[in-house]
T-cell receptor
Framework: GAVVSQHPSRVICKSGTSVKIECRSLDFQATTMFWYRQFPKQSLMLMATSNEGSKATYEQGVEKDKFLINHASLTLSTLTVTSAHPEDSSFYIC?????????????FGPGTRLTVL | GNSVTQMEGPVTLSEEAFLTINCTYTATGYPSLFWYVQYPGEGLQLLLKATKADDKGSNKGFEATYRKETTSFHLEKGSVQVSDSAVYFCALTLSGGYQKVTFGTGTKLQVIP
């Protein structure tokens, strides 16, 4: 139980294009979803927190217009990297949480490797 | 604010050696503590957790004890295997549905045959 998937697992795109990454909770309803970014050999950096049906809360320094987050249902959140540039290349990981299943635990997806040429 | 400090790596051990990865934390309130493992090219997997003082989390031969008096949650394993080679993250979260996870910087473990 408590499985989170991400799609795609890898994506390569040209500079200036937009890329959408999906995060799904497969067997539970996620009241909250989180998006993280991980640079090579570094820890995870929280980008934003999203609650179903409401606007995402972005961490300081994260561009809202650059990284669009939508949490339209209790099982799906999407991260769209708009007008991607090579510096956006990174490993993006989502996590999902349901306080009724496991109060303090987040369940992580397998990550999406984005490469912008 | 909340923070997690873990020992810098990389840590290189021979197979069957004893492993300790130190982790200390600061937190406002009463955190839950976690160890996550990340294998190359993959996402994070929960290794073990502890939700209150003196709890011991254990899984796959790894264990860690929540020490409130020393604000620590050190990861240990008595005999490591090559397959344990990965990056290990110590993390904490506070109570509440929307509380985010605070991660340590990660410790890379390499086990050589």
């Amino acid at each position: 139980g408590a499985v989170v998937s991400q799609h795609p697992s890898r994506v390569i795109c040209k500079s200036g294009t937009s890329v959408k990454i999906e995060c799904r909770s497969l067997d539970f309803q996620a009241t909250t979803m989180f998006w993280y970014r991980q640079f090579p050999k570094q820890s995870l950096m929280l980008m934003a927190t999203s609650n179903e049906g409401s606007k995402a809360t972005y961490e300081q320094g994260v561009e809202k217009d650059k990284f669009l987050i939508n949490h339209a249902s209790l099982t799906l959140s999407t991260l769209t990297v708009t007008s991607a540039h090579p510096e956006d290349s990174s490993f993006y990981i989502c996590s999902a949480k349901n306080a009724y299943i496991s109060y303090n635990e987040q369940f992580f997806g397998p990550g999406t490797r984005l490469t912008v040429l | 604010g909340n923070s997690v400090t873990q020992m810098e790596g990389p840590v290189t051990l021979s197979e069957e050696a004893f492993l300790t990865i130190n982790c200390t934390y600061t937190a406002t309130g009463y955190p839950s503590l976690f160890w996550y493992v990340q294998y190359p090219g993959e996402g994070l997997q929960l290794l073990l957790k502890a939700t209150k003082a003196d709890d011991k989390g254990s899984n796959k031969g790894f264990e860690a004890t929540y020490r409130k008096e020393t604000t620590s949650f050190h990861l240990e394993k008595g005999s490591v295997q090559v397959s344990d080679s990965a990056v290990y993250f110590c993390a904490l979260t506070l109570s509440g549905g929307y509380q985010k996870v605070t991660f340590g910087t990660g410790t890379k473990l390499q086990v050589i045959p």
